[in-house]
């Protein structure tokens, strides 16, 4: 049975962006690359290069998962149906699939590491299912105090990689809006960042970059993503001293309503930025943002707070 199309339905089809943006399979490898391209005068130089070799480990993990997608497909499209995420982040880490992935990222380092390395290492590997699960858990909830924070990138990496992973093996096409603006249609995880794309169907479009598995999804321009308000919305860069008005590659969307703040990427400016590379690299923004009153709600879990 064929469907036929009012005049305004076939309008506003010819219109519609495209809801969704996914990452490439070699996410983590373009990711790592940027960071250390980033490293090179940064103050924070040498942790973006560690992040750099977790992000190859990563992809490494992708490129030969340890374990199956463990959602089954039947469920997959339950939740979709229902306007439900189906790798939904609260349930998955509690079952535990992910703790496969971390164990794998661990075999990647050798055991006898020394250093503030080797001993974030040799803590979670002397560490129990259990424990492990509860970091992922508080970690996911943004609970940091629960997390000794010089296990969080490896942690997050680990997260990252299985839902990553997963992502790729869903009918993404099929799912819908969350039911804010910065939750992931995927995982119900926060956004970390936005991306204003540069190419094709999507040029010009803001997408808001998942903090866990990656998605990216399709949020209107000019809106607090927390709040919903457009007015005196502003735009704040480091870089405004060298770069034209409005063609800073990084600028943060502060909401004087809610004193929230987003960083956004603008690919127009600078092709080769990634959300969680950028962000990372950018930390002096959160600072100087911090000082302004502004709040960050976007975790970016290879990194703990403060």
Same mark, same amino acid.
């Given at each position: 049975?064929?469907?036929?199309?009012?005049?305004?339905?076939?309008? $506003?089809?010819?219109?519609?962006? =495209?809801?969704?943006?996914?990452?490439?399979? @070699?996410?983590?490898?373009?990711?790592? !690359?940027?960071?250390? +391209?980033? !490293?090179?005068?940064? #103050?924070?130089?040498?942790?973006?290069?560690?992040?750099?070799?977790? *992000?190859?480990?990563? +992809? /490494?993990?992708?490129? @030969?998962?340890?374990?199956?997608?463990?959602?089954?497909?039947?469920?997959?499209?339950?939740?979709?149906?229902?306007?439900?995420?189906?790798?939904? $982040?609260?349930?998955?880490?509690?079952?535990?699939? &992910?703790?496969?992935?971390?164990? %794998?990222?661990?075999?990647?380092?050798?055991?006898?590491?020394?250093? =503030?390395?080797?001993? !974030?290492?040799?803590?979670?590997?002397?560490?129990?299912?259990? +424990?492990?699960?509860?970091?992922?858990?508080?970690?996911? !909830?943004? /609970?940091?105090?629960?997390?000794?924070?010089?296990?969080?990138?490896?942690?997050?990496?680990?997260?990252?990689?299985?839902?990553?992973? &997963?992502?790729?093996?869903?009918?993404?096409?099929?799912?819908?809006?969350?039911?804010?603006? #910065?939750?992931?249609?995927? *995982?119900?995880? =926060?956004?970390?960042?936005?991306?204003?794309?540069?190419?094709?169907?999507? @040029?010009?479009?803001?997408?808001?970059?998942?903090?866990?598995?990656?998605?990216? &999804?399709?949020?209107?321009?000019?809106? *607090?993503?927390?709040?919903?308000?457009?007015?005196?919305?502003?735009?704040?860069?480091?870089?405004?001293?060298?770069? %034209?008005?409005?063609?800073?590659?990084?600028?943060?969307?502060?909401?004087?309503? *809610?004193?929230?703040?987003?960083?956004?990427?603008?690919?127009? @400016?600078?092709? %080769?930025?990634?959300?969680?590379?950028?962000?990372?690299?950018?930390?002096?923004?959160?600072?100087?943002?911090?000082?302004?009153?502004?709040?960050?709600? #976007?975790?970016?879990?290879?990194?703990?707070?403060?």
């Amino acid at each position: 049975m064929s469907t036929i199309l009012e005049p305004g339905q076939i309008e $506003a089809s010819a219109v519609m962006p =495209p809801f969704l943006h996914l990452p490439p399979g @070699n996410l983590f490898e373009l990711r790592a !690359a940027r960071l250390e +391209q980033l !490293a090179e005068g940064n #103050a924070l130089g040498d942790y973006l290069k560690l992040a750099a070799r977790l *992000c190859r480990i990563q +992809q /490494q993990l992708v490129d @030969n998962p340890p374990g199956d997608m463990p959602v089954a497909e039947q469920r997959q499209r339950l939740c979709i149906s229902h306007g439900l995420p189906p790798l939904a $982040a609260d349930s998955l880490v509690r079952e535990g699939p &992910w703790l496969a992935w971390l164990q %794998a990222l661990l075999g990647h380092f050798d055991a006898d590491t020394s250093g =503030p390395l080797g001993e !974030a290492l040799q803590a979670l590997r002397s560490s129990g299912d259990d +424990q492990r699960k509860g970091w992922g858990i508080a970690l996911l !909830a943004g /609970q940091y105090d629960a997390v000794p924070a010089a296990l969080v990138p490896f942690l997050g990496a680990a997260l990252q990689a299985a839902w990553g992973s &997963w992502l790729l093996a869903l009918p993404a096409p099929e799912l819908k809006p969350a039911g804010s603006l #910065a939750q992931c249609p995927a *995982c119900g995880s =926060p956004a970390m960042a936005g991306v204003v794309r540069n190419r094709g169907k999507h @040029n010009g479009l803001r997408y808001l970059a998942c903090s866990l598995c990656a998605c990216e &999804w399709h949020v209107v321009r000019v809106k *607090c993503v927390y709040c919903e308000s457009s007015k005196d919305l502003r735009y704040t860069s480091l870089d405004d001293d060298r770069h %034209a008005p409005g063609k800073a590659p990084l600028r943060a969307e502060c909401c004087p309503a *809610c004193k929230s703040y987003l960083k956004h990427n603008y690919l127009e @400016n600078d092709a %080769a930025a990634e959300p969680l590379a950028d962000d990372l690299a950018s930390l002096a923004l959160d600072m100087r943002l911090d000082e302004e009153g502004f709040h960050r709600l #976007a975790p970016n879990l290879m990194l703990a707070p403060g």
